[in-house]
């Protein structure tokens, strides 16, 4: 299994208050994504990260920011966090982005009362 | 707008027969395709994915079949068997691009 751990695995917050939720990669690839899963939506992308400090927007980055201080973390940060954040977030890396597929952490279950 | 699409939510198997999972995509950038399987509480695991330059890729019992002229790919498994039963998802990305674009998923259930 690729060296992806995510914490906490669940969580349950109140709306308004800030959560980060952090991914941690053993395998020093340069790409990291956070997705996040809802039914009937499938996995979207919220931001990813393409090196040490480089982060983009995904589909769905309304709400959230990301930083990447260093190559082995990737944390995803919910400002303030709403009812309509209540979901599964994966993290994933990914060696490069030409034909490789992309290794995903465990989950974290996030519930916003 | 979704640009994978996996119009069938769910899907159910005889043991031992085929199973068919399709997944139509928009985007004619999409030059490799890719196939994940995912179990409840666990995080999507790659199963099998396939460049644009071919038509077909196998793995065992899965075999994934991309038809680049209808924007369609699929994945087949045979025989099915009950620990295949997950939601599998397929995903696409593009040269050049960062992203990898995934459908809503199929729930396959194989049936003993």
């Known amino acids: 299994d690729a060296g992806i751990t995510q914490s906490p695995r669940h969580k349950v917050t109140e709306t308004g208050t800030p959560v980060t939720l952090r991914c941690h990669q053993t395998?020093?690839?340069?790409?990291m994504y956070w997705y996040r899963q809802d039914p009937g939506h499938g996995l979207r992308l919220i931001h990813y990260s393409y090196g040490v400090k480089d982060t983009d927007k995904g589909e769905v980055s309304d709400g959230y920011s990301v930083s990447r201080s260093k190559t082995e973390d990737f944390l995803l940060t919910l400002e303030s966090a709403t009812s309509s954040q209540t979901s599964v977030y994966f993290c994933a890396i990914r060696p490069g982005r030409e034909a490789t597929e992309a290794f995903f952490g465990q989950g974290t279950r996030l519930t916003v009362v | 707008d979704q640009q994978v699409k996996q119009n069938s939510p769910s899907l159910s198997v005889q043991e031992g027969r085929i199973s068919i999972l399709n997944c139509d995509y928009t985007?004619?950038?999409?030059?490799?395709f890719l196939w994940y399987k995912k179990y409840p509480a666990e995080g999507p695991t790659f199963l099998i994915s396939i460049s644009s330059i071919k038509d077909k890729n196998e793995d065992g019992r899965f075999t994934v079949f991309l038809n680049k002229s209808a924007k369609h790919l699929s994945l087949h498994i045979v025989p099915s068997q009950p620990g295949d039963s997950a939601v599998y998802f397929c995903?696409?990305?593009?040269?050049?691009?960062?992203?990898?674009?995934f459908g809503t998923g199929t729930r396959l259930t194989v049936i003993p």
């Open positions: 985007n004619s950038m999409f030059d490799y």
């Open positions: 395998e020093n690839h340069r790409y």
């Open positions: 995903a696409a990305s593009a040269s050049g691009a960062n992203n990898l674009f």
